[in-house]
């Protein structure tokens, strides 16, 4: 029941508010379906819910993206409210364009994280496009509509590949024994070892490309910079840091079913490929960067491919991928609500016209200089620790340049980034002009989340260590 | 005792940190929270440092903390114990420098955050030294690079100190990579991060440790201000507010040297070629930095340059330690080791007494350029005579402190030459000039400094109506060159301190008999000094005392309407010494001769840039960047081009799988 | 060295032979020349008479104008304590003491620069500009002949080194030590300004350069200063007497007159190269003292290839 | 059966290669219609009576497609493209007689992959897998090489009409609610595409996706 009220809550306000447009309604059915989602998470950390058969069930794995999407939910919606609300901004009756779908894609995305059925999972992350792709055309300008365009045509036909993907697993269950396949994880885990290794390794190319289109790896990351760039700031802060999250868990389910049957290696090899084409190509795109929103999203685009060298190096990278899951999310989703605090201070999304923001905006620059750091992998902060982890991996494993490359790359893209942010966080107020007012609603969610990234970066509960252990071991790593 | 007052150090200089920001915009408080704060703490890491060298042996104690991958392991022995002094003392002192300094800005920037960052660099530094664990190495390193980068950025509104921020910023992330496959090469060959762990495991073999040296020399070089790695010291060091540039200068990139000194702790016996590396880069270092110094125009940077030049000198220290550790030639090396960290404190000493007179320069003129400086030993005395003590020791003469530590190494040297032999010998032997000239031409620069900024007359506006700094930022500069003097004539005493991490550098059990016996004539002769310059100012007194005593204008040749435009400029004064080493230096020259029979104007500038930076790294900079740019036009907007990567992908993909299990 | 006489004895000629030495050079030039020329004793009495009289400073002078004798000459006079004189040691020898030596002619070369820009005078910051290049090129020539003696004695000390000289003929190495002897000659003139470096008896302000840096000091302080290029002449000289003559090392009446012996020597030398030499032009100067300090590398590269390290 | 069915799945490549090579719209989306038409009834031609599948399940399915790929969407397209006022594609990117060529080594490489991914279970049918293939990446071509909004959404049809061929192989395995899903996403999915490209002609005043390439690096 529990699992079951987890999709459908937010499915059922989501439906609710389609319906109802009053300005009240919308915001309590925002902030009530994420507190009661946020409670539902935090409840199924405790009492682990009961799997509903064998198509919904919640294992580490789902419970960590599971608890990443609430909680960013959460913070997107606090934030929402006030950027929706604020008197400057946009009119409140623009609300029920916004609220519906976004509490149908926490549905769609608790749904993906809670279904061991790789059909259902398929419908779910095709159903998050769907529900998605309104919010991504919210401005109601051409860039909003063409990017809203791109990111629907180019993640459905990605989609559609997986579920290609999907059928071809389930053609080589059918091949593995006899009896009517299941498309269940525990049903193809059983039949992996069995499986015709042609169509297994078809199908987790298919599921790869497919999902992994949806995930932000290059070079099917294309949509990924338009659809950040053209979204409200909640919403992109949610695309980054939950959605492709569980486009990445896709890509982890099939490749579970390769742990299963014993032939790993190969996908392993594609995603540390796939992973390091990733990095690189964001990289290059991060310098010179004109447009801070888009240098977020490639920036996202580089740390799926560190998750996916993670996972694709396995060992204690895939822990330190799990943690960078976790990390990443965090720091990217409160970048990303403070790309919206400085886009409302300055009107543009050019960061060449934005400077001194830790002058003029004194909460939000200095936060946002926090989270760079914290994005660029700097002490103190969480992913400092995450790529040390996977780093150390790399190097310790049976390629040693792999290590070398790996940290080469992030360090430029570190540098990259900071190319395009410095000269937006430094620089003295121009003469004449006050510091902005902050309101503490667009401030606080942020922080929250660059106080969990800096919590991460010295501390990790014992705990949560033992967790992410576990996790990591079910997708094929260590601790 | 010596680590719970350390880490209490590194307590208050946190806990002061964050008070400091805490307060918010009352900046004064601010200010004076974090200056007690950092003195606070700089007294508590000095008394653990002390402590300890006194003690001797190590302390070792890990917490009960978990970071995420590594423990928090601190530790202090004699080789931390050192640095952790020099870190204490010089930070201690610009600290109280920098109250005074940074009040002229209370209005215009906030203090508050650059006292918490002030304190935030220290605390980093001091965890630097204490760290046991390379995690919390690299975290304490990582922090240190960041409060530092925030300090040099504090007048981020100039586009000249962004951009030197962003240099520093690239530098320090690209010399860092070099130390994570550094320290993750450790942990694979140990098995773990805990440097106990690395000292157990012995020498990695099988050119391991080949690589290892070579990874340290690249990275913890960077942070030093190894030629040519040290392009971004120049830039960095004159756009930081002067108490940091002392500190940075004095301390930070002495950081370096410790990481160097520690990670060849654990590579085991060095081979020759590692001593003579350090030797070469010793050289090129030292002489390239003192001949960049020459031809600088603007004070901080030339002092900056210095920095090149000294940690040129520290390698040239570590080079003969290295070499005669690679001999078992005990002397020699516990002479060259000794005389490199004996050079970190005096450099960290004299070096942040230079840029704290640089900075008192600053506030007093707003002048950094040294060509429109002069005549400011009148009105500023005390900084024109501390800043005299710095010129001179900084020159490694007696009866200062740099002459101390250049004396080990010389005689490190000259003992090398005789008894190691064979190529470790010729490279010994190599110091000695290079020392030499670099000692003989930076004398030429400090007189060209001194004189030039302090003595004849003003030659602007600005430098005429100086006033002398306040007594905050009078008294570290006395102490500093008070602390100065006294290593120079108290050689023994401060030696002693440094030789148990020398001892420790060189792997030695105890001090080879003899090598410090010479010591108390180096005091002779500095008293002896002292005294008969004393006795020539009495006889001379005692002599005018019954003559007549005038003040005239100064002899011009015959000349009688000389202007303060006429005396001699710091770049002509400096002509003659670069001449010959003209194709060395990247020098642009603007000339405008005089032409026709009355000429009107008359120009000559000559501007020397750096030629690693300029030649090598940022055309190879530039060249990525563009490589980077053409990649651009994958990104080209259409949504079919997009789907043709997707199909691409997959059929590679595709066809590379199936194909490999085709039957 | 130990005792009283031996240190009275090598104080006595410290402070009372290095206005000879002038004195022995211009005679020497004016032998040459074929005049009479001044007396030998005249460096004492200008000496004498400068003390006796009063100075005047230039109004942009300071403190540092003033001190710039007292150190040059306290600096010098250190330096020679620490170098032997009449004897294989000096009252102030140390182990490394060749080191202190030449740091201790550093210091006396700094303040005497520092002076000259003290004065606001562009001729006489052209004279400190042209000393301080010189100056930095002389030292990498000093060291290496210093290290061509020091290396086979093992230390840098004079005592060892004066000690290991090699006095038989046939010895291997002794063209080494020639060429030591050569290079600290070409020391000496630079150290000294002399010719070819510097011309002591021009009369141009354009083309000096240690005249033209004490060119405002006057009075005690101008006694003092050429007083101290005196010493400095004798202090240095003194290196070179002891690679070309052997004075014994325990000194005594026979070290003393080996050791005066071997400084006239050195003055009638010094008075027959100026004498028969032109001042080089000025920019061929680093040229001239990077060839002697390139010179004496080849003298250590010799010694290396002997072996003797 | 086998040959019945292979009857119509060459019937389906043929509709494929028809699309490919027509610059008409409405043409295309009629073919895609009668390509829908062909495909509700491939799962009762491949599982017939008898065939180990449920009827029920077998005739939910092939009314479900022959609502969605043969009655809504068709008829959701030629309204968007009326609509837009589009008739024919001037300029493809890859030209018509270029996309023919491409689309038959499309087909050669789907059999070469059906080849070595040899069909597992009991399915009836030689050229499903090649018509799957061919189908999904002929359309992956359309998406490719034509500009007009109302056409790519016509290969998406394409694409996933061939995972639908696929998708037959396993009725057996499927339960029926998931294939119902799978259906009413990809008609979720063309009704929001349709709604899209109603916004686009009204924001452009045309259906041509090259003004939708401001959005750049």
Redo the contacts between chains.
């Keep these: 029941m529990h699992l079951v009220a987890l999709v459908a809550i937010p499915a059922l306000f989501g439906l609710l508010t389609l319906r109802w447009r009053a300005v009240p309604v919308q915001l309590g059915a925002l902030l009530g379906g994420a507190a009661l989602h946020l409670g539902l998470t935090a409840a199924a950390w405790v009492w682990r819910p009961a799997p509903l058969g064998d198509s919904l069930a919640l294992d580490d794995v789902g419970m960590l993206f599971l608890s990443i999407t609430s909680v960013l939910f959460a913070a997107a919606a606090v934030y929402a409210v006030e950027y929706l609300t604020a008197p400057t901004h946009y009119e409140p009756a623009k609300l029920h364009r916004f609220v519906p779908y976004l509490l149908l894609f926490l549905a769609a995305m608790t749904l993906v994280t809670t279904t061991h059925?790789f059909?259902?999972l398929?419908?779910a992350i095709?159903?998050t496009?769907?529900a998605s792709?309104?919010l991504v055309?919210f401005y109601r300008r051409?860039?909003a509509?063409?990017?809203?365009?791109?990111y629907?045509?180019?993640c459905?036909?990605?989609i559609?590949?997986a579920?290609?993907g999907t059928?071809?697993l389930?053609?080589?269950?059918?091949?593995a024994g006899p009896g009517?396949?299941?498309?269940t994880l525990r049903g193809l885990t059983a039949a992996a070892p069995a499986m015709?290794?042609?169509?297994l390794?078809?199908a987790?190319?298919?599921a790869?490309?497919g999902y992994g289109?949806k995930m932000g790896l290059a070079?099917?990351h294309?949509?990924l910079?338009?659809t950040h760039?053209?979204a409200p700031s909640p919403v992109s802060a949610l695309l980054s840091g939950a959605l492709l999250n569980c486009a990445f868990l896709g890509v982890l389910r099939f490749f579970q079913v390769c742990l299963a049957s014993g032939d790993a290696a190969?996908a392993r090899t594609?995603l540390t490929l796939l992973g390091f084409v990733s990095i690189a190509?964001a990289?290059?795109?991060l310098?010179?960067?004109r447009d801070y929103k888009?240098l977020f999203a490639y920036s996202s685009v580089e740390n799926m491919g560190i998750l996916a060298v993670g996972v694709g190096l396995g060992g204690a990278a895939t822990y330190g991928a799990m943690?960078h899951a976790v990390n990443h999310s965090f720091a990217k989703a409160g970048l990303f609500l403070l790309a919206g605090n400085v886009l409302r201070r300055y009107g543009t999304t050019d960061a060449r016209a934005v400077q001194?923001a830790v002058a003029q905006l004194p909460l939000s620059g200095p936060l946002l200089f926090a989270l760079f750091?914290a994005i660029s992998g700097?002490?103190?902060f969480?992913p400092?620790?995450?790529e040390?982890?996977i780093?150390?991996a790399a190097?310790?494993g049976p390629s040693?340049w792999l290590?070398?490359a790996f940290?080469?790359l992030l360090?430029v893209a570190?540098?990259g980034l900071?190319?395009v942010l410095?000269?937006m966080l430094?620089?003295?107020a121009p003469a004449g002009s006050v510091p902005a007012r902050e309101r503490a609603l667009a401030v606080a969610p942020p922080f929250v989340l660059a106080a969990v990234v800096l919590l991460?970066?010295?501390?990790?509960p014992?705990a949560l260590?033992d967790f992410l252990g576990r996790v990591a071991r079910l997708v094929g790593g260590a601790s | 005792m010596s680590l719970v007052l350390a880490t209490l150090g590194i307590g208050v200089l946190l806990a002061s940190a964050l008070a400091a920001v805490a307060v918010g915009r009352r900046e004064i408080l601010a200010l004076r929270l974090g200056t007690a704060g950092a003195v606070a703490g700089s007294v508590l890491g000095g008394a653990a440092a002390v402590e300890q060298l006194l003690r001797g042996g190590a302390t070792l104690a890990r917490a009960p903390w978990r970071l995420p991958l590594g423990t928090v392991t601190v530790g202090l022995d004699p080789l931390s114990a050192f640095f952790l002094l020099c870190i204490a003392v010089v930070g201690g002192l610009a600290a109280v420098y920098g109250a005074g300094y940074l009040r002229g800005y209370a209005g215009q920037r906030r203090l508050g955050p650059a006292a918490a960052f002030y304190n935030l660099l220290v605390a980093a530094m001091i965890g630097v030294v204490l760290a046991r664990d390379g995690v919390l190495f690299l975290l304490a390193w990582e922090v240190m690079t960041v409060a530092s980068f925030f300090l040099v950025t504090f007048e981020d509104d100039r586009e000249s100190v962004r951009r030197a921020g962003l240099t520093y910023l690239i530098a320090s992330q690209l010399g860092v990579i070099a130390l994570f496959v550094l320290f993750a090469l450790l942990r694979a060959h140990a098995g773990s991060f805990a440097f106990a762990g690395l000292l157990a495991a012995g020498a990695p073999g099988g050119g391991l440790a080949d690589v290892a040296f070579l990874l340290a020399l690249v990275g913890f070089g960077t942070k030093a201000g190894f030629w040519p790695v040290h392009v971004w010291l120049p830039d960095a060091h004159p756009a930081a507010p002067s108490h940091v540039s002392a500190l940075m200068s004095g301390v930070m990139i002495k950081m370096g040297i410790y990481g160097l000194l520690r990670t060849l702790t654990f590579l085991g016996a060095p081979p020759l070629w590692w001593g003579a590396t350090l030797v070469g880069i010793g050289i090129v270092s030292g002489v390239i930095g003192v001949l960049y110094a020459l031809a600088q125009h603007d004070l901080k940077r030339l002092l900056a340059y210095h920095s090149v030049e000294n940690i040129g000198i520290i390698a040239l220290g570590l080079g003969v330690g290295l070499l005669g550790q690679s001999r078992g030639e005990a002397t020699v090396a516990f002479l060259g080791y000794a005389g490199a960290l004996l050079h970190v404190l005096n450099h960290g000493l004299f070096k942040g007494l230079l840029f704290e007179g640089a900075g008192s320069v600053l506030h007093a003129t707003g002048e950094r350029a040294i060509d429109r400086l002069g005549g400011l030993g009148r009105s500023m005395p005390v900084t024109a005579l501390t800043f005299l003590a710095g010129a001179v020791a900084i020159s490694g003469l007696p009866p200062f402190n740099g002459f101390v530590s250049e004396w080990l190494i010389f005689v490190g040297a000259f003992r090398g030459g005789a008894f190691l032999g064979g190529g470790a010998g010729v490279a010994a032997l190599a110091v000695i000039p290079a020392l030499a000239l670099i000692g003989g031409l930076a004398v030429a620069c400090f007189v060209k400094v001194y004189g030039v900024v302090f003595l004849g007359v003003a030659r602007s506006d600005a430098a005429a109506s100086a006033h002398e700094a306040g007594a905050a930022m009078r008294w570290p500069m006395v102490a500093g060159a008070a602390l100065c003097l006294a290593i120079g004539v108290l050689p023994a005493t401060f030696v002693g301190l440094a030789a148990p991490a020398a001892l420790q550098a060189a792997a030695l059990a105890a001090e080879p008999l003899g090598v410090l016996g010479a010591l108390p004539a180096i005091t002779r002769v500095a008293l002896i000094l002292l005294a008969a310059a004393a006795a020539l100012a009495l006889l001379r007194a005692a002599l005018l005392r019954r003559a007549a005593v005038r003040v005239a204008p100064t002899w011009g040749c015959g000349y009688p309407a000389a202007t303060p435009r006429m005396q001699y400029t710091a770049a002509s004064f400096a002509e003659p010494v670069l001449a010959p080493f003209a194709s060395l230096l990247h020098t642009t020259v603007v000339d405008e001769r005089p032409a026709g029979y009355f000429p009107r104007t008359a120009r000559h500038e000559e501007h020397v840039g750096d030629m690693a930076g300029e030649r090598l790294l940022v055309p190879a900079v530039r060249r990525v960047l563009d490589a980077a740019g053409r990649l651009r036009v994958l990104q080209a907007g259409r949504i079919q081009l997009y789907l043709a990567y997707v199909l691409a992908t997959l059929l590679v993909l595709l066809v590379w799988q199936v194909a490999a299990v085709a039957p | 060295m130990n005792g009283i006489l031996p240190v009275a004895a090598h104080v006595a000629l410290l402070v009372l032979l290095p206005p000879l030495l002038p004195g022995v050079i211009g005679k020497t030039k004016a032998l040459v020349a074929g005049r009479r020329g001044p007396p030998l004793l005249q460096t004492y009495r200008d000496i004498g008479k400068l003390l006796r009289k009063g100075a005047v400073y230039g109004r942009p002078t300071t403190w540092v104008f003033r001190a710039g004798p007292l150190v040059a000459l306290a600096a010098t006079f250190v330096a020679g304590l620490i170098v032997p004189l009449a004897a294989g040691s000096g009252p102030l020898d140390f182990a490394g003491d060749v080191v202190a030596f030449a740091a201790l002619l550093g210091l006396g070369r700094f303040f005497t620069m520092a002076a000259a820009l003290d004065t606001a005078s562009s001729f006489e910051g052209m004279g400190a500009s042209r000393e301080a290049a010189f100056g930095a090129f002389v030292e990498p020539g000093l060291f290496l002949a210093l290290t061509i003696v020091c290396i086979p004695a093992g230390s840098a000390t004079f005592a060892r080194a004066w000690a290991a000289l090699p006095w038989t003929v046939w010895s291997p190495t002794w063209p080494v030590v020639l060429i030591a002897a050569v290079v600290l000659g070409v020391v000496l003139l630079a150290e000294n300004s002399r010719i070819p470096v510097d011309d002591p008896a021009t009369h141009l302000e354009l083309t000096m350069i240690h005249e033209v840096m004490v060119l405002d000091h006057s009075g005690p302080d101008l006694a003092f200063i050429t007083y101290g290029a005196a010493l400095k002449l004798l202090v240095v000289a003194a290196l070179l007497v002891h690679l070309v003559v052997p004075v014994p090392a325990e000194g005594g009446w026979a070290g003393v007159l080996w050791f005066l012996a071997g400084t006239a020597a050195v003055a009638v030398v010094i008075g027959v190269v100026e004498s028969t030499n032109a001042r080089l032009r000025l920019q061929r100067v680093p040229g001239f003292l990077i060839g002697a300090a390139a010179l004496a590398a080849v003298g250590v590269a010799v010694l290396v290839a002997q072996g003797q390290p | 059966m086998t040959a019945f069915a292979d009857g119509l799945l060459l019937l389906v490549l043929v509709t494929d290669l028809y699309i490919l090579a027509s610059s008409r719209l409405a043409a295309c989306v009629r073919a895609t219609a009668v390509q829908g038409v062909l495909l509700a009834a491939l799962p009762l031609v491949l599982w017939g009576p008898g065939g180990g599948v449920p009827l029920v399940h077998l005739l939910l399915m092939s009314a479900g497609a022959l609502a969605v790929k043969a009655g809504v969407i068709p008829a959701l397209l030629l309204r968007a493209a009326r609509e837009a006022n589009a008739r024919r594609e001037v300029e493809p990117y890859v030209s018509l007689h270029l996309s023919v060529l491409l689309g038959a080594a499309l087909v050669g490489l789907s059999l070469w992959l059906a080849r070595v991914l040899v069909p597992p279970g009991d399915v009836a049918a030689t050229l499903l897998v090649p018509a799957a293939f061919a189908t999904a990446l002929l359309g992956f071509l359309m998406l490719v090489a034509r500009k007009y909004a109302v056409t790519q959404v016509v290969g998406y049809l394409m694409l996933d009409n061939g995972v639908f061929i696929f998708g037959q192989s396993l009725a057996g395995s499927l339960p029926v609610m998931v294939e119902l899903g799978i259906l009413l996403d990809l008609l979720v999915a063309v009704f929001v595409m349709g709604i899209a490209i109603h916004h686009i002609s009204r924001e452009f005043d045309h259906i041509d996706t090259r003004a939708l390439a401001s959005l750049r690096d």
């Design positions: 059925h059909a259902v398929w419908v095709e159903a496009t769907l792709a309104p055309y051409g860039p509509l063409e990017a809203a365009w791109k629907l045509m180019i459905s036909v990605g559609a590949l579920l290609l059928f071809f389930a053609a080589a269950a059918t091949a009517a396949p299941s498309l015709p290794r042609a169509w390794r078809a987790f190319v298919l790869l490309v289109t070079p099917m294309t949509w910079p338009d760039s053209q190969f594609l190509v990289t290059a795109f310098f010179g960067q888009r943690l001194g750091l700097m002490p103190p969480g400092f620790m995450s040390l982890t780093f150390q190097l310790a040693w290590g070398v940290i080469t360090v570190a540098l900071a190319g410095l000269p430094q620089g003295g991460l970066g010295v501390y990790v014992g260590a």
